[in-house]
T-cell receptor, first 113, second 116 residues
């Protein structure tokens, strides 16, 4: 069974600084997808970034980037120039192709002014 | 990204009654939708996978007779909580898979169910 581990229940960062959220996963498959979702207080799940395992290049989306280490089964999210609106729960998710998605326990990020 | 709506956004009902929650994909067709449950300060737990035109696949421990799922069209899936009890109070979230975007799931805004 695939498992997703987020070892940081809570983190905080000063506005405009950079923060990295960690995620590890366990699988025996070679082809899969990884995601980071953001859940603000509204509880709407918002896709932040996506990475296909077969792609070696790390995905980036504006201030958000990932460090994907396939051999180490690690998928960390870096948020640059943190903004107050980045305050939210962040969930790492794993999905084999066409199968259901499994989520980590989440990391609560607080951006401080 | 794709847009998924959910209705109602919140509902309060009496114990023993049934509640229906709708999940719609607004700008795309979704052959597969998912239903999750989220307790306060916890992660999302998959309840079932809803496939258009066929029976839903339930996760272990989820009572299929209590949580009825119908996926009658490519844009609508419904979750009916039958004979609801206070322990069914939770936040229910649906998602739809977009096959053209590496099977990415887009989520509805969720439904807060409170059973008195």
């Amino acid at each position: 069974a695939q498992t997703v581990t987020q070892s940081q229940p809570e983190m905080s960062v000063q506005e405009a600084e950079t923060v990295t959220l960690s995620c590890t996963y366990d699988t025996s498959e070679s082809n899969y997808y990884l995601f980071w979702y953001k859940q603000p207080p509204s509880r709407q799940m918002i896709l932040v970034i996506r990475q296909e395992a077969y792609k070696q290049q790390n995905a980036t989306e504006n201030r958000f980037s990932v460090n994907f280490q396939k051999a180490a089964k690690s998928f960390s999210l870096k948020i640059s120039d943190s903004q107050l609106g980045d305050t939210a729960m962040y969930f790492c998710a794993f999905m084999e192709q066409r199968y259901d998605m499994r989520f980590g326990a989440g990391t609560r990020l607080t951006v401080k002014p | 990204g794709a847009v998924v709506s959910q209705h109602p956004s919140w509902v309060i009902c009496k114990s023993g009654t049934s509640v229906k929650i709708e999940c719609r994909s607004l700008d795309f067709q979704a052959t597969t939708m998912f239903w999750y449950r989220q307790f306060p300060k916890q992660s999302l737990m998959l309840m079932a996978t809803s496939n258009e035109g066929s029976k839903a696949t339930y996760e272990q421990g989820v009572e299929k007779d209590k949580f009825l799922i119908n996926h009658a069209s490519l844009t609508l899936s419904t979750l009916t909580v039958t004979s609801a009890h206070p322990e069914d109070s939770s936040f229910y979230i649906c998602s739809a898979r977009v096959t053209s975007e590496a099977d990415t799931q887009y989520f509805g805004p969720g439904t807060r169910l409170t059973v008195l």
